[in-house]
């Protein structure tokens, strides 16, 4: 079929066309990212310290608190980004974000019940969050179950909130009965990537890479999941098992992410909304960009969470929801919803 | 008549002696009634209150320093009780709400007949609160603390053991001041696992530091508005470096949450840290604590850590 052939080659052209262009943008935001920020050391004394000079204290900034930073906000983008991309195309549901599901509610929800349960920040283990993850994953795939929830974007959605506002009311009242961990807590409710402990950068990119690596092996089944379930199962897949593999890998993203940076909502969205903007709603292909697209806008969020209200940071998440909200609201009232 | 039913004679006497009595005691009471400007306008109080009321953090610990007990008490922020240092003295105080939202009814079944409210008080709670006793809301912002102090112990006809408690907490910083490190920089923090909460010096903490001749950072100057800033930026964390630094702990496991700190490769740069001049300190008392009790408890703190 050389038509085929000719659009996929040219579809092939314009992938890696975007893809090196994503590349670039993400390589200005990671010079961003160590070039400013809310503190006294300016940008051109940051480029000093990149350049070789010994300023002692521009170098710690840079280097440990701002490096450290842009390294965790390009693990936790990657994974946000491929996690949303994925959840899009298992539920296909153009809407499905981890972050208005629930799932990452679910991860910051049982990291503060260990809190409250006696565990201190610090030593909250990543198992803890992804459990959570899984939880809220599990409740997504029940309720996608559900007639008429399922088959509705937008009811999924409603779902998905009512199930985060839930396990945010239960949050705050623990928050009221428990003081002793309220500082500790509120990072939980938030999410920000400043102050990490620089464990987290031991242990989150393994967790994240080993999550990518399986997910290659389920984007073949859901493009052909793509094409409806008849078509799936012809070609040889299980589309029950193909859901739930991916709904494992997404718990894992989304519960490594929020372990190292709290909840983030939105970014989940707006990836794979851009990507499939740019190259169609196949997965092989929102897939990679969004890998690219994720990192790029969390650390841009980042940027911006620290040069709005110095010498304060905002919350990230603020700054995501700022972006996506109206992203969300486009989404829903663009005439078609794109059917994955 | 009285001749006709001489059982009732002696009701009678029974009765017109209360009525002297309770006259006595309304004129006695005219002339104790005190004119209180409050921010919502003069209220009248008269006698000396038996069942106060304190809506306020500030309000508990001026009733308790004043040697009197609550008739009902707010739970201080996300606590079920009273603050800890107020807790023995406010031992069996009815919890009458939250610092969120006050419970009507159970002010109500308090009988009280004065209401201390905090300055935060709005006026739709005010309206419901006066209707059940006079309540007192004080004029005074977050820097007036001794003000407001004055304000509810006047209402509670207390005003001498509350000037003499004052007093008091001034001669003790006169001893204090000189066993001081003079001019040395002291800042008062709340540690967030993402960077320090800076707490203004316009608040009893702040002021107590300066009259003790001790100097307050730039940062915590700044904020006239606010009792304490929003998260401060790591690469920011220089700015509330000091001689010393207190870290406000919300939790009583203090010990914990200097450790947690400690981690943070900002934190450990700073001088305070370095020089091992952390020190936690109860946040109930040094963030959102305000009065006699709690300046003393400052003092107590300052003088058990700085004084030479």
């Not at chain 1, 079929?1 to 935001?29: E, G, H, N």
């Not at chain 1, 997404?250 to 794979?272: C, E, N, S």
């Not at chain 2, 100057?221 to 470096?241: A, F, R, T, W, Y």
């Amino acid at each position: 079929m050389p038509v085929t052939s000719i659009v996929s080659a040219r579809r092939q052209r314009s992938l890696l066309t975007f893809c090196s262009a994503w590349l670039a943008l993400l390589a200005v935001t990671v010079v961003a990212s160590l070039l400013m920020g809310a503190g006294q050391v300016s940008p051109a004394r940051a480029l000093a310290v990149l350049t070789g000079n010994q300023d002692h204290d521009a170098r710690f900034v840079v280097y440990e608190l701002r490096g450290q930073r842009t390294l965790l906000a390009i693990i936790v983008g990657m994974a946000l980004g491929a996690a949303g991309t994925l959840l899009q195309s298992a539920t296909r549901n153009p809407l499905a974000e981890p972050g208005l599901l629930g799932v990452s509610a679910g991860a910051s929800f049982a990291v503060v019940l260990a809190i409250s349960l006696g565990a201190s920040a610090a030593t909250v283990h990543f198992s803890v969050a992804i459990i959570g993850a899984m939880v809220g994953c599990l409740l997504v795939l029940l309720v996608t179950q559900v007639r008429y929830v399922g088959d509705d974007p937008v009811r999924l959605v409603l779902a998905g909130a009512a199930f985060s506002a839930m396990l945010g009311a239960i949050t705050t009242l623990m928050l009221l009965f428990d003081q002793r961990s309220a500082d500790e807590i509120r990072f939980w409710v938030i999410g920000t990537l400043a102050g990490r402990s620089s464990v987290a950068l031991w242990w989150s990119p393994p967790g994240i890479l080993l999550a990518l690596a399986l997910m290659t092996l389920l984007v073949r089944p859901l493009a052909a999941l793509a094409l409806g379930e008849h078509i799936a199962t012809g070609l040889g897949h299980h589309p029950r098992l193909i859901r739930l593999l991916t709904l494992l890998i997404v718990a894992v993203l989304v519960g490594i992410a929020t372990a190292v940076a709290g909840p983030i909502a939105f970014i989940g969205l707006i990836v794979p909304f851009v990507a499939r903007a740019q190259t169609g709603s196949d997965i092989r292909r929102t897939l990679w960009l969004s890998l690219l697209i994720g990192p790029t806008l969390l650390l841009l969020a980042d940027v911006l969470s620290r040069l709005a209200v110095k010498p304060y940071e905002l919350p990230i998440g603020v700054i995501t929801a700022m972006i996506g909200a109206p992203v969300l609201v486009a989404v829903v009232r663009s005439r078609r919803l794109p059917t994955l | 008549m009285l001749t006709r039913f001489p059982a009732s004679r002696r009701a009678l006497r029974h009765c017109s002696l209360t009525l002297s009595l309770l006259a006595g005691v309304s004129l006695a009471a005219h002339a104790d009634d005190r004119v209180i400007d409050t921010a919502y306008g003069k209220v009248t109080v008269s006698g000396t209150p038996g069942h106060v009321v304190a809506l306020d953090e500030q309000a508990v610990d001026t009733v308790l320093a004043v040697g009197a007990k609550p008739a009902g008490a707010l739970a201080t922020r996300g606590a079920e009780g009273v603050s800890n240092y107020l807790k023995d003295r406010a031992e069996g105080v009815p919890i009458v709400g939250t610092s969120r939202e006050i419970n009507l009814e159970a002010v109500l079944a308090a009988q009280p007949d004065l209401i201390l409210a905090g300055a935060r008080l709005d006026k739709t709670m005010y309206d419901k609160l006066s209707q059940i006793a006079p309540t007192i809301v004080p004029t005074s912002s977050l820097a007036q603390w001794k003000d407001s102090v004055m304000t509810y112990a006047t209402a509670m006809n207390k005003a001498d053991e509350a000037q003499q408690a004052l007093q008091q907490i001034d001669t003790r910083i006169a001893a204090l001041k000189p066993k001081m490190p003079a001019g040395a920089t002291v800042s008062v923090v709340r540690w967030m696992p993402q960077g320090a909460l800076v707490m203004s010096s316009h608040l009893i903490v702040g002021e107590t530091l300066q009259a003790l001749g001790l100097k307050t950072t730039a940062l915590s100057d700044s904020l006239v508005k606010k009792p304490h800033s929003d998260i401060l930026s790591l690469e920011n964390l220089s700015q509330v470096d000091g001689d010393w630094m207190f870290l406000a702990t919300l939790n009583e496991k203090g010990k914990e949450a200097l450790d947690n700190a400690r981690q943070q490769p900002a934190f450990q740069r700073l001088k305070a840290a370095q020089s091992n001049h952390v020190v936690a300190v109860d946040g109930q008392v040094w963030s959102s604590g305000s009065g006699i009790l709690a300046a003393n408890r400052l003092l107590d703190d300052l003088e058990q850590n700085l004084a030479n």
